[in-house]
């Protein structure tokens, strides 16, 4: 009962340490799932220690009239600590959003932002199942603290009542759901992150898209091409200004396609060397 609080744990400890999330080694699990279960031991000795268990039997469903009370409140406990985990979880979405927020601010490393989306991901398939675990272990918890409380009256006999007690405790059904719907919600958030990668990162080569997409990376890569051309030729007219003699008036006149001829030449031969 108190492994979903080690997601939440597991969460905000991945939020402190996001800038080297990549690297760190996942000891943090195998941890959380030996302490955890140590409160939940210790309370349930604390309850059955001074215990007798001199009833004519003893069985998970029928608990001694002097550990009953304290089982209830031990239930009541465990619902407190799933609601609490819940609120923890819709904490640490808004935190994160609002780290999330300072790394794009900040312009961080494309590893950094990598990062930050996945540890969004997982916390919201956290957050799925700490709700779902919440809803029917609640419903659960609450019907099994009804059938202790309304005792053998409102079922009309003890068989009735121990049925009762039997079927609740024996049939946690949440435990079955559980696992479709976090097989559902996992596929779900798989599914989508697939789509914005290829909508965002991919581009697209096929269609008109493709077309689009091929004509503005030519474009653009002959752009940046001529503005270089353009400059090594500007500074190719600046040198020659610079080093030719001025020339008379029937000299220029004299030969015009030689003279272009000659300066389309002198300008292959500057660009070969500058480019």
Request: proline residues 4%; hydrophobic residues 45%; positive net charge.
């Amino acid at each position: 009962m108190m492994y979903p609080l080690a997601f939440s744990i597991e969460r905000f400890i991945a939020i402190g340490m996001a800038s080297r999330y990549e690297y760190t080694p996942t000891r943090l699990g195998p941890i959380l799932g030996v302490l955890l279960p140590l409160p939940n031991l210790f309370m349930l000795y604390s309850i059955f220690k001074e215990e007798k268990f001199d009833d004519i039997f003893i069985s998970f469903l029928m608990l001694p009239n002097t550990s009953a009370p304290q089982f209830n409140d031990y239930l009541w406990y465990l619902l407190y600590l799933k609601m609490g985990n819940l609120v923890l979880n819709v904490i640490l979405l808004l935190v994160h959003r609002r780290f999330k927020a300072m790394y794009q601010i900040q312009k961080s490393s494309l590893s950094m932002r990598y990062a930050m989306e996945e540890i969004s991901k997982s916390s919201k398939f956290t957050l799925i199942i700490t709700f779902t675990h919440l809803l029917f272990f609640g419903t659960y918890t609450v019907c099994s603290i009804l059938v202790r409380v309304l005792g053998i009256p409102f079922f009309g006999s003890f068989l009735n009542h121990y049925v009762a007690r039997g079927v609740n405790c024996a049939i946690p059904t949440y435990n079955l759901v559980i696992v479709f719907v976090v097989f559902t919600s996992l596929r779900h958030l798989n599914t989508k992150r697939s789509l914005e990668v290829q909508s965002t990162v991919q581009i697209v080569a096929t269609g008109y898209e493709g077309a689009k997409n091929y004509e503005y990376a030519t474009m653009n890569r002959w752009a940046t091409i001529a503005k270089d051309d353009q400059r090594l030729v500007l500074g190719w007219h600046t040198r020659q200004r610079q080093n030719e003699a001025p020339m008379t008036n029937s000299s220029s006149a004299s030969s015009p396609i030689v003279t272009t001829t000659s300066e389309t030449l002198q300008k292959f031969e500057y660009l070969a060397r500058n480019v």
